[in-house]
């Protein structure tokens, strides 16, 4: 016999608050998760970087477009505190009449998690081993102010383009205070190292506002010049303040809309997955399991199955079937007169006491007695 499915009442006063709660009679305050990803990719808000990492294992997948540029990003959390990304974006009408096609790496390393009085802090390297067209290096700090999040940051290279000042780190070496010049689509896949931390630096910031669990509001101060994209593409770049919206989608993509440098509309769309979460139904959402099916006293001594030629083929037929109807899948199953081991898989809940307990239910309605 099968189980049957349950259906779950709400009775006493305490039940209905529970009910009013779950119905959405009560707004929880909004709390952050994941960062947003930027234009390059990487944890930040449009041009700019932020300081919290992504979760461990996330990896992510983002299209980011403004003007005549397009960037492609694969990134991926390696550690909780490491992450890396492979990026490749096209820039219309780059290198004379021709379009230009870029490949870079970034590296990111979260220096400091964030604490109760202490930001996040990261340290980024950019196109370290590309072109260097989009090379730039810097150090970031973020704090959450519960909705709020406030970024700060300081950086070379590109980042160090616009607003520039004297190297601080030039008090350790005058080598410091200068970078070597980057020719434009130079060799892919070399180490710049002795271009990192040299020449201008600069100040970048912005703050990032949970209007809810999905929608994020953003602005930010960029350090970039765009000199580059200026002198062959005829970018115009007004003004330093870039603003947008993000929102958030439960299956992990996100689509944001921005206003950029005073002149520029961009839009950037990622998708983030993680194959250490279980993927599937949350406890209080899913159906009710099937009831307990007891059984009479006297019906353990009925041993007859056990004569049954094809008793275990359909006790094992009828338990996977059953399994299946909790999204749980029988791997193995051994059985005897008074004894039954069971293996299963379990790709629905997340928690493994969730479907452990799904799986006796089941078996209360199929196993002999």
């Known amino acids: ?3 049957r499915c349950g259906q779950s009442c709400c009775r006493g006063i305490g039940a209905a608050v529970l009910c009013f709660v779950a119905a959405g009679g009560v707004t929880a305050e909004p709390t952050w998760t994941r960062p947003t990803l930027n234009l390059y990719g990487v944890p930040g808000i449009w041009d700019m970087p932020t300081a919290h990492p ?3 294992a996330d990896a992510s997948f983002t299209i980011g477009g403004l003007d005549q540029t397009q960037r492609n990003t694969f990134h991926f959390q390696i550690t909780p505190r490491l992450s890396g990304t492979f990026r490749y974006a096209f820039i219309d009408n780059f290198i004379g009449s021709g379009n230009f096609y870029d490949r870079s790496f970034d590296l990111l390393y979260t220096l400091q998690e964030e604490t109760a009085r202490g930001p996040a ?3 980024g390297l950019q196109d370290f081993g590309g072109t260097g067209v989009y090379a730039g290096e810097y150090i970031v700090a973020t704090k959450t102010f519960g909705r ?3 970024t700060g940051g300081i950086g070379w290279g590109r980042f160090g383009s616009a ?22 689509g130079g060799q892919t896949g070399r180490l710049d190292a002795d271009h990192w931390f040299r020449g201008d630096a600069a100040f970048f910031g912005g703050v990032q506002y949970l209007a809810s669990d999905h929608l994020i509001l953003s602005a930010e101060m960029s350090s970039d010049a765009y000199d580059l994209e200026t002198a ?3 970018f115009d770049r007004r003004s330093a ?13 996100t689509i944001g809309a921005g206003y950029l440098y ?3 509309l961009a839009l950037n769309l990622s998708f983030t997955v993680n194959p250490k979460a279980r993927t599937g139904l949350t406890g209080g959402t899913d159906t009710a399991p099937p009831l307990v099916q007891p059984r009479a006293p006297s019906a353990v001594r009925d041993l007859g199955w056990t004569e049954q030629p094809d008793g275990r083929d359909i006790l094992t037929l009828n338990i996977r079937d059953g399994f299946a109807d909790q999204g749980l899948r029988l791997g193995a199953l051994r059985v005897d007169a008074t004894r039954v081991t069971i293996h299963l898989r379990n790709p629905t809940y997340h928690s493994p006491a969730q479907a452990i307990g799904r799986a006796a239910r089941v078996l209360t309605a199929l196993l002999p007695a």
């Open 163 to 184: 607003g520039g000042f004297d190297n601080p780190l030039g008090v350790l070496s005058d080598r410091l205070r200068t970078r070597p010049a980057q020719p434009v």
């Open 232 to 234: 062959r593409i005829g």
């Open 121 to 123: 802090i990261t340290l």
């Open 54 to 56: 992504m979760l461990d």
């Open 148 to 150: 709020l999040r406030a």
């Open 241 to 253: 303040l870039n603003f947008g919206a993000t929102y958030r989608f439960d299956n992990g993509a």
């Open 262 to 264: 005073g002149d520029t």
């Open 1 to 3: 016999m099968r189980g």
